[in-house]
């Protein structure tokens, strides 16, 4: 019989995985802060339980993946002033395993990972990459920190809504990876944004800027899968911004814990801050081009 | 009768240019700063002018490759002080080409090509992308801003030692795409070695950094050019840092006179400077990680 699976977090990347346990076949228990974004899934067999403790009560296998560290204390640790905790972690049994899918600092994983560790419950810190595109389709890649033997044991889990599964080290090391990932990425991106801005202030067109830098080693995903949107101004949401402001801001926090000096991140998060405070709609991290728009 | 091809600038890019001009066939006159960077060439049957004029006057297409502004500026327009120029924009013929393929300010370009223009010879600012590897397979990429009909003319130079020639506009146009080029390039790489010194401070080793962004939109022409070389600390020069500091600071200067601001860019600027003023040797310019082993 295939372990019931709990999954807190239906969002861009919670609702599909969701889905994806669904039709793999596995018992799904879920929970998210707006209810509503529920109703798809129990329509589709997923059972809604009141509060992230009740998911948890029910899982052998938990999945949190939610948008920020403060969402994730909340639904773990539950309201501190409550007399019996609404958390998950209260919840959870003795041999059932915490997959912690969100991405958070270090610090609060390696937290998380010890308040399992006193339950008896096992725990991966578990980031992932692949977008939405990649939540749909099931090919979403894993950075986790943990066991080895712990994820034999989750991987016809994660098998149901990812293709990779990178051990990386002890706890805290997905989040570690993940955190570098994504500051490189805004840079990237951030990157790709003052050339273009430089290029077409001194009167030449985007289209020959992306031209040239195809043919050379100037290439990456960030100029196949952003630049495109960015040269157009549209920025649908495929990754929001202001999640990625937030990655950048623990990267930043991570590097003034180990007194590294992060340059031309300290630059980039000013211009993404500066687009997020001016930005009256939700968009994809690329909008920090519209920096150069004003 | 092919055509007389002059060529000034025998360093990384220009010596291996020449080889392949000399193979191709085409009778090459050169000089260089430095005498001795000649000898291999006039061995393989160039001819070696006295001065830039030198090489000017005898040759139907010229191409200067030097290493900077200033540099350009001495060939081009000669010593200031002397009698007779022994600047090559004097001895160049009416009808001639002047290709010019250093790495300048746009400005610059104008300058020189309205220089060219009174003296009815054609200009094109023609800088190249591709590295030491492209120059000597004779398969660099060139960034040109000029006439359609003058690139026509002279394709077959160019073909001798490229392979793509990319008509971007009006002269100053080739240089305005090789600035926003390399300041995309030294951020990536910046933004590489920011990502590696977070990840590496908190335990997690390279590798396993490698790993992950190989699988991710993060991958790109740096991480697969660069960062290895990066990764076990290794330097040798395939474009030397000094040349790409040179290059963010004309990228700089660029924004500055367009009014466009570029944080990371200027972040990145004192990152290699900082590397630049503490290097003994002549490094690539992937040793901007050096600035976080200190």
Not at 56 to 66: N, Y
Not at 90 to 116: K, M, N, Y
Not at 246 to 258: C, I, M, Q, S, Y
């Amino acid at each position: 019989m295939k372990p019931t699976v709990g999954l807190i977090g239906l969002g861009l990347m919670g609702g599909p995985m969701g889905r994806n346990l669904l039709r793999a076949g596995f018992p799904l228990v879920v929970w998210n802060r707006t209810k509503a974004k529920a109703d798809e899934l129990v329509r589709e067999g997923a059972k809604l339980a009141a509060d992230p403790r009740g998911v948890a009560e029910q899982a052998d296998v938990l999945i949190t993946i939610v948008s920020d560290p403060a969402a994730l204390e909340e639904v773990l640790f539950g309201a501190k002033d409550a007399g019996k905790s609404s958390g998950a972690l209260d919840g959870l049994r003795r041999g059932s395993t915490l997959i912690e899918s969100s991405t958070v600092s270090p610090e609060l994983a390696r937290r998380v990972a010890a308040a399992c560790a006193e339950r008896g419950v096992d725990f991966l810190d578990a980031p992932v990459t692949g977008g939405t595109w990649g939540a749909q389709k099931g090919e979403l890649v894993f950075m986790i920190g943990g066991k080895a033997e712990v994820l034999e044991r989750v991987k016809p889990v994660l098998e149901a809504v990812g293709k990779k599964f990178l051990l990386l080290g002890p706890n805290g090391a997905g989040q570690t990876v993940k955190l570098g990932m994504n500051l490189l990425l805004a840079l990237q991106v951030d990157a790709f944004a003052e050339a273009l801005a430089l290029v077409t202030s001194a009167g030449v067109p985007a289209e020959k800027l992306m031209e040239v830098l195809q043919s050379s080693m100037a290439r990456s995903g960030v100029l196949d899968v952003k630049a495109p949107m960015m040269v157009k101004g549209e920025f649908p949401a495929s990754f929001p911004l202001r999640l990625m402001h937030k990655d950048v801001r623990l990267a930043l926090e991570l590097a003034r814990d180990k007194g590294v000096t992060l340059p031309c991140g300290a630059a980039a998060y000013a211009t993404y801050s500066s687009v997020l405070n001016a930005s009256k709609d939700d968009p994809d991290f690329s909008a920090v081009a519209r920096f150069w728009k004003r």
